[in-house]
């Protein structure tokens, strides 16, 4: 069984900053994609962030709205994946959701095997 647990999620200003936080758990997990999904109220998920492995390292992947303000890194000991919220603005209050995949990634939702619960991100303008 797979647990995914998000952190770091909150109230902030736009043009603030939020770095969220997503823990892998129980099973022994290396090298698999992880990333970040998020959902506004009355909108389909939307792909936000995801991070694959390369024979050198890791290759990073933007949704097109965040590219430029939002990092996504990953610390494979844990494993943890980040995502770094830069300038964000009131259209990115949503709910965001961790994912894993044991398969191949994409910036559909069907692609991601394991979810987390989610945490709440608000942006006031």
């Known amino acids: 069984q797979v647990q995914l647990a998000e952190s770091g999620g909150g109230l902030v200003q736009a043009g603030g900053s939020l770095r969220l936080s997503c823990a892998a758990s129980?099973?022994?997990?290396?090298?698999?994609?992880m990333g970040w999904f998020r959902q506004a109220p009355g909108k389909e998920r939307e792909f936000v962030a995801a991070v694959t492995w390369t024979w050198t390292g890791t290759r990073p992947l933007y949704g097109d709205s965040v590219n430029g303000r939002f990092t996504i890194s990953i610390d494979n000991a844990k494993p943890t994946v980040y995502l770094q919220m830069n300038s964000l603005k009131a259209e990115d209050t949503a709910v965001y959701y961790c994912?894993?995949?044991?398969?191949?990634?994409?910036?559909?939702?069907?692609?991601?095997?394991?979810w987390g619960q989610g945490t709440r991100v608000t942006v006031s303008s």
């Open positions: 129980g099973r022994t997990f290396s090298r698999y994609p």
């Open positions: 994912v894993l995949t044991v398969a191949s990634p994409g910036r559909d939702p069907g692609s991601w095997d394991h």
